[in-house]
């Protein structure tokens, strides 16, 4: 099959310099995924980069294995293909490498092939895999030995670019992880660390330990850069190649790594006006240069995916605040939450994650926190209080939060209010936007999500406009919760960046156990009030719309529509009459005479 035929068969087709990026049919697609390319043996080749296998891509469009390959013994351009058996091209599982939670838990595997090629796949819960990672947490490579070895008074860490590398470290006696698309999140698992950076021989390898090394700079001790082929031609080695080349030497195991720590004992740590950093940020006086990816490289990179402290609403490593009126209940909510995402217990019918959760009470007082706490029999829960003292400053509030994540590494932490750790004059400046950012930066490096209690401002305005202050305070946030007083009572509301918008909903404090009792969403609550209403007036009478509509003039007419149509659809209300100008139609409860 030539590669146009096949790729006709495709739908959203996109032309690439070296093949075509299409729909994948596989799995519910909404943009092309699937990249179809042609081999220098005249074999089709296809790649899903949401990670369908090509028997399930060929069978959705009716085809086989066996018609990715040429048809006569010679390709397109003249080559000769190399056997027209499909099964030589079978590709050959050669590592598997398993990525844990901190509790040892399987979150997923990367799967190297023979000939080269990674996938990765997770756990379906049956036995079996799911070659995706939608919804999978990330993680650092060999992260419970990771975690282990931070507890060491002076802990090391040593990074390659890939897992296999990081295997072969380990075998010598060292802690090693890949620094392979690492993320600013994962600093939370090395803070502290002196760590050793192996960079690759060649671009791809130097630019991944470059990007790597910033990142690190921020949470280590010490970073070391290590070359171990400074000045080789050759490119494409790395620690792998430099151990395999030491054992073929003769050496054992115990020499390599003693001759490993010597070369690593005698490399330099960089510091802030040193490589890999190339122009310094005056503020922080570390080294800073932009680094950029080919859109290719780009669309290679696996889906990235959200884990969530509070399910659809709080994302990890996330900022967020919550805002309402004076005395509407801000900290009545922020309570129970608190208490649930210790526990791991859902709130208002979204799971939470289980975790510590640092409180920072910095008005309310000690008193009333301690005995709203009791009473949702908060004792036994991993949540910590700090009441009274505030910090001076901004600089003052992110160096004590930073040594509070270090020490205590919480899954949340609640401020309340952010006025108390951004001492604004004026929530209006736009400059404010530069002091929050600072704490999404925390957020996103630790991976402890922050969320603000904050005012509404005067008026009766509403959503992320009702924020006290610059409207770009909404625009720094990942979700904006929000508390308002309605005749129904309270509700909450959320407007997210990432997740799902959790609509209008009415809650109740409960006085004896401080819980918040969720009372369906306002729009229904409404609904169900306008409905009452109508019946009371309506009574063992027979009216007229317009007769209704006078008996509640405090009500939205087309509420009322809405509310007699429903009403009679229930068959609670029976309507009478042709609906005409002049005869209008009439209705009364069922049961009754007219």
């Known amino acids: 099959m030539k590669i146009d035929d096949l790729v006709?068969?495709?739908?959203?087709?996109?032309?690439?310099?070296?093949?075509?990026?299409?729909?994948?049919?596989?799995?519910?697609?909404?943009?092309?995924?699937?990249?179809?390319?042609?081999?220098?043996?005249?074999?089709?080749?296809?790649?899903?980069?949401?990670?369908?296998?090509?028997?399930?891509?060929?069978?959705?469009?009716?085809?086989?294995?066996?018609?990715?390959?040429?048809?006569?013994?010679?390709?397109?351009?003249?080559?000769?293909?190399?056997?027209?058996?499909?099964?030589?091209?079978?590709?050959?599982?050669?590592?598997?490498?398993?990525?844990?939670?901190?509790?040892?838990?399987?979150?997923?595997?990367?799967?190297?092939?023979e000939p080269k090629d990674f996938r990765q796949r997770r756990p379906d819960g049956n036995g079996g895999y799911v070659y995706n990672l939608q919804g999978v947490e990330r993680v650092p490579y060999r992260l419970p030995e990771l975690l282990s070895a931070l507890r060491n008074p002076e802990p090391e860490i040593w990074f390659t670019e890939g897992e296999r590398d990081a295997d072969n470290l380990h075998s010598l006696g060292f802690m090693a992880t890949s620094f392979k698309n690492w993320k600013p999140e994962f600093n939370r698992y090395i803070r502290g660390c002196h760590s050793v950076i192996f960079r690759d021989n060649d671009k791809v390898g130097l630019n991944q330990a470059t990007e790597a090394a910033r990142l690190i700079f921020e949470v280590a001790r010490s970073v070391k850069m290590i070359d171990l082929f400074p000045g080789s031609p050759e490119f494409g080695q790395d620690v792998s190649v430099w151990i395999d080349n030491k054992s073929a030497d003769g050496l054992g195991k115990e020499d390599i790594a003693e001759a490993l720590a010597v070369l690593v004992e005698a490399a330099d740590r960089l510091d802030a006006g040193?490589?890999?950093?190339?122009?310094?940020?005056?503020?922080?006086?570390?080294?800073?240069?932009?680094?950029?990816?080919?859109?290719?490289?780009?669309?290679?990179?696996?889906?990235?995916?959200?884990?969530?402290?509070?399910?659809?609403?709080?994302?990890?490593?996330?900022?967020?605040?919550?805002?309402?009126?004076?005395?509407?209940?801000?900290?009545?909510?922020?309570?129970?939450?608190?208490?649930?995402?210790?526990?791991?217990?859902?709130?208002?019918?979204?799971?939470?994650?289980?975790?510590?959760?640092?409180?920072?009470?910095?008005?309310?007082?000690?008193?009333?926190?301690?005995?709203?706490?009791?009473?949702?029999?908060?004792?036994?829960?991993?949540?910590?209080?700090?009441?009274?003292?505030?910090?001076?400053?901004?600089?003052?509030?992110?160096?004590?939060?930073?040594?509070?994540?270090?020490?205590?590494?919480?899954?949340?932490?609640?401020?309340?209010?952010?006025?108390?750790?951004?001492?604004?004059?004026?929530?209006?400046?736009?400059?404010?936007?530069?002091?929050?950012a600072r704490f999404v930066d925390l957020a996103r490096e630790t991976g402890a999500h922050i969320c603000c209690l904050h005012h509404d401002g005067k008026g009766n305005r509403e959503d992320s406009d009702a924020i006290l202050g610059t409207t770009a305070l909404f625009g720094s946030v990942d979700c904006h919760l929000h508390i308002k007083k309605r005749q129904h009572g309270r509700t909450i509301s959320s407007a997210q960046r990432y997740g799902e918008d959790l609509p209008e909903t009415v809650i109740e404090l409960d006085k004896e156990t401080g819980l918040l009792i969720e009372k369906g969403e306002l729009e229904a609550a409404i609904r169900s009030a306008v409905k009452a209403e109508v019946l009371d007036a309506v009574g063992s009478d027979t009216l007229t719309q317009a007769d209704i509509k006078n008996a509640i003039p405090q009500r939205n007419g087309g509420q009322i529509s809405r509310a007699i149509v429903e009403l009679v659809e229930e068959q609670i209300l029976v309507r009478s009459g042709n609906g005409k100008r002049n005869e209008p139609y009439q209705y009364s409860r069922a049961g009754t005479k007219a």
């Open 8 to 113: 006709s068969r495709f739908k959203n087709i996109r032309k690439l310099p070296n093949g075509f990026m299409v729909r994948c049919p596989a799995h519910a697609d909404s943009t092309p995924s699937l990249s179809i390319s042609e081999g220098v043996d005249g074999r089709l080749l296809l790649k899903c980069f949401a990670g369908c296998s090509n028997t399930s891509i060929l069978a959705a469009i009716e085809l086989q294995i066996k018609d990715l390959f040429p048809a006569s013994g010679n390709s397109q351009n003249g080559r000769k293909a190399a056997t027209s058996d499909a099964s030589s091209f079978v590709r050959k599982i050669k590592a598997i490498y398993p990525y844990f939670n901190a509790d040892g838990t399987l979150l997923f595997e990367n799967i190297r092939y």
């Open 274 to 436: 040193a490589a890999p950093f190339a122009t310094k940020d005056l503020k922080s006086g570390r080294e800073f240069r932009f680094t950029f990816t080919t859109l290719e490289d780009l669309f290679r990179e696996p889906e990235e995916t959200l884990s969530y402290v509070w399910d659809k609403t709080l994302i990890t490593g996330g900022f967020s605040i919550l805002t309402g009126k004076p005395k509407v209940g801000k900290s009545s909510l922020i309570r129970p939450l608190a208490v649930a995402i210790s526990r791991g217990e859902p709130m208002l019918g979204r799971k939470t994650a289980k975790g510590k959760v640092l409180y920072l009470c910095l008005e309310e007082k000690r008193s009333e926190v301690r005995r709203h706490f009791q009473m949702l029999h908060g004792s036994g829960s991993s949540v910590l209080i700090h009441s009274g003292s505030t910090p001076q400053t901004t600089d003052e509030a992110i160096a004590a939060l930073r040594q509070a994540i270090e020490e205590h590494h919480p899954m949340i932490i609640f401020i309340d209010p952010l006025s108390r750790v951004i001492p604004a004059s004026d929530f209006n400046d736009y400059r404010l936007t530069n002091q929050l």
